[in-house]
Structures are given as structure tokens and as C-alpha cells.
């Protein structure tokens, strides 16, 4: 319960700066976008938070990495959780954004407590009423030579494009450019399953 009180009390604190439910887009530093309360985000009077938290007595410890759906007065639904994936031993970065057509939701994982497996990005389209995932795209550097180390998703402005930016060691599958920065795109996000193209620069 301790865990679900702070997983509120975050709701409430970020809920102004959330509503319009959208995440920073462009290519600003990913490390103050996560700072950017890009962990939770609203619509229709619910509030969508990204978590992760330690399974109990596991050990090494392994985070499952959570959606919550905490509703206020005018939200049609009521409380509601989806375990997304786990990370071993890696503490996730995590983001969440939203609009009318869905919920993006992205964290990095790390699939193994072997120190040589890297770190890699999910990226997830989650119904906001039901929280049933729909479509999930991973992303990691070529031959795991390398780390995806943050990620902020976002919401186009044309409302179907999802976004997500941050800092890599290595070169991602796919990538153009180079760098040590990243913007994955998705076009057509909530209604295809095209595959993003991945931008990579200082």
C-alpha cells in the first residue's frame, strides 16, 4: 500500500502539468524530460502512471514495470493495473503519454543479471479502457554492443506520431545518423504496426 500511495501522491503533484496529455517532444535532453513529470499523464478525468517496484523476496531483484489507472470524479473507469514487463537488477526509465487514441507507454529493461546483457527499450499502445496492451515494439543496440539508457516517449502534434527520445551507448538497429542521442519514430502508432525509424545524433 505504501507503494500505491506514493504512485498517487506522484499523480496528484504532476496532474497540472500532465492533462494536456501529451510528453515533450524535439530533441531535448532526454535526462531533464524524464525530470519532466513524463511518468504520468490524464485524460477524460483518469490518471495513467508508469512505475516500476521490486518484486517482493526475489532475488537478484527483478522490477516489474506497472501501469496504473487511478480515476477521479469524472473518469469512466474505475481503478485499474497492468504488468507491462520486468527488468533484472536495471531500475527502469520509464514514460507515459495519452491522448484519444491511446496510451504510449515506454521503458528500458535489462533481460539478465549477466553484466554483458545489454539494456534495451520497450514501447507499448495500451487501450485506456480495458489497459489491454495492443501492440509492443523493442528496440536495442546492434549485437548488444551497447546500451539504450533513458527514453521519454511523446505525442505528435498531429496526435499520431509517437515519439520517443533519449541517450544510447552503441547503434541502434536500423539507426541514421550518429550519435549519442536517439528520436525513434512512429508513424501511425495507434492504428499500424509500421516500424519506427530511429534518428541518431551528438
Known sequence: ???FNRAVSLCTAVLVSACGGEGVTGQDDALAQQESAATSAALDGCIYSISAYPQPGVTPTVY????????IPTCAYGFGTVTLGTSVVYEPT?????????IAASYTRKSSVSGSAPITLSVHHVDPATLAVIRTNSLGVHLGAGNIVSENVAIAADGTTVTVSGTKTGVIWGES???????????NFFTSTTAPTVAAFP
Open 1 to 3: 500500500m505504501r507503494f
Open 64 to 71: 516489474d514495470i506497472r501501469l496504473f489507472r487511478q480515476p
Open 94 to 102: 520509464r514514460s507515459v503519454a495519452i491522448n484519444a487514441l491511446g
Open 177 to 187: 545518423g550518429s550519435g549519442s542521442r536517439y528520436t525513434a519514430s512512429f508513424p
